[in-house]
Structures are given as C-alpha cells and as structure tokens.
C-alpha cells in the first residue's frame, strides 16, 4: 500500500504543480485560449487564488514525505486538493462540460486516497 501511496502522491503534487503554476502565471485571456472555458466565468483574483492553493497543495502533498516529517501537511494538502476538486466538477457539470467533471473526479479520487492512507494519526 505504502507504494501506491508514494504514486498516487507524486502524480497528484506532480500535477497540481504544473497546472497551478500554469494559472498562476498566466493571464485569464490565456487560460480561456488553451481551454480552460470555466475561467470565463470567474474574477482574475480569484484564478489566481485557485492556481495558488493548487500550486501550494501540490508541493505539500510531497515534501513532507522526502523530508520525513511534517505528515499532517500532506493530510491538509490533499483535503484542500479535494475541496477544489469538489469545485471544479460543480463547475464543470454546471457548464455542461462533463469529460472535465469526470477528469476532476478521478483527482478527487486520489486527493480522497492520499488524505487517508497518508494521514498522520
């Protein structure tokens, strides 16, 4: 199980550091033009709130276990992990956009699996 973990754990940092770091140093207009349609509906701030958190969660998610302690930060990266997650599908069957929900639900899914065999207690 511990290496399923360890897998699970750096394509989800792996992934939500690329995509976070892509939003966050991106402008709204170019998000939207490499198919990111769901930016449309939201503030620039609030894109790069989202692209924060990601970018942050998916260095948390693994970092604490290359350095060997600090656990309970991968249990809060990937709960923060889930809860955009939960957003984006909202979001993405709101605007009938549901190839991307199911993506999202496969994240949510790992998000959901590294919060609870990689928790501290």
Not at 25 to 32: D, P
Not at 39 to 45: D, G, K, Q, T
Not at 50 to 71: C, D, K, T
């Amino acid at each position: 199980m511990i290496i399923a973990l360890w897998v699970i754990q750096g394509l989800l940092g792996l992934i939500f550091v690329m995509t976070g770091s892509f939003k966050f140093f991106q402008t709204k207009e170019k998000i939207v033009a490499s198919g990111g349609t769901w930016a449309e509906n939201f503030n620039p701030r609030i894109i790069k709130t989202i692209a924060g958190i990601e970018l942050l969660s998916g260095l948390l998610v693994i970092v604490p276990r290359l350095f060997g302690h600090g656990h309970y930060l991968t249990f809060i990266s990937a709960a923060c992990i889930a809860l955009i997650m939960t957003g984006a599908i909202y979001t993405h069957i709101r605007r009938k956009e549901f190839m991307h929900a199911g993506i999202n639900a496969v994240f949510l899914l790992m998000a959901l699996f590294v919060a609870y065999w990689g928790r501290p207690f």
